[in-house]
């Protein structure tokens, strides 16, 4: 659906019982609106959780992956898609970064 004016929501939870008998839970989400679609998707189970949340706008997708393993150590891990770190900090920071004109052009001469 590519009209602008459409808005959409899914879910879906999976539940099933591993060899050990502890549950997995997986969880899918998405919201859409125009080209702007926010995707979720969780894994649970006895050993290790798994987060990704991905951000769409046209064709530029932001993911940020977390991973939790048995022993409880973490990993995260962002993927840019058509967009690189620097831009995207930009488009994230400027707005926030109005009242420090200052520091403005010393980052966009690190990006561009």
Same mark, same amino acid.
């Given at each position: 659906?590519?009209?602008?004016? +459409?808005?959409? =929501?899914? #879910?879906?939870?999976?539940?099933?019982?591993?060899?050990?008998? #502890?549950?997995? !839970?997986?969880?899918? +989400?998405?919201? *859409?609106?125009?080209?702007?679609?926010?995707? /979720?998707? +969780?894994? /649970?189970?006895?050993?290790?959780?798994?987060?990704?949340?991905?951000?769409?706008?046209?064709?530029?997708?932001?993911?940020?992956? *977390? @991973?939790?393993? @048995?022993?409880?150590?973490?990993?995260? #891990? &962002?993927? =840019? !898609?058509?967009?690189?770190? %620097? *831009? =995207? =900090?930009?488009? +994230?920071?400027?707005? %926030?970064?109005?009242?420090? %004109?200052?520091?403005?052009?010393?980052?966009? &001469? &690190?990006?561009?």
């Amino acid at each position: 659906m590519n009209d602008p004016h +459409s808005h959409v =929501f899914t #879910q879906s939870t999976m539940v099933t019982i591993g060899e050990d008998g #502890q549950p997995r !839970v997986v969880e899918n +989400s998405v919201r *859409k609106s125009g080209d702007v679609k926010e995707t /979720r998707r +969780s894994l /649970r189970d006895g050993e290790r959780e798994e987060m990704a949340i991905g951000h769409t706008i046209g064709d530029r997708t932001h993911i940020i992956e *977390k @991973k939790r393993d @048995k022993d409880g150590n973490v990993r995260r #891990q &962002q993927r =840019f !898609v058509n967009l690189d770190e %620097c *831009k =995207f =900090f930009l488009l +994230s920071v400027i707005p %926030c970064l109005c009242l420090l %004109c200052l520091r403005v052009p010393l980052l966009l &001469q &690190q990006c561009f």
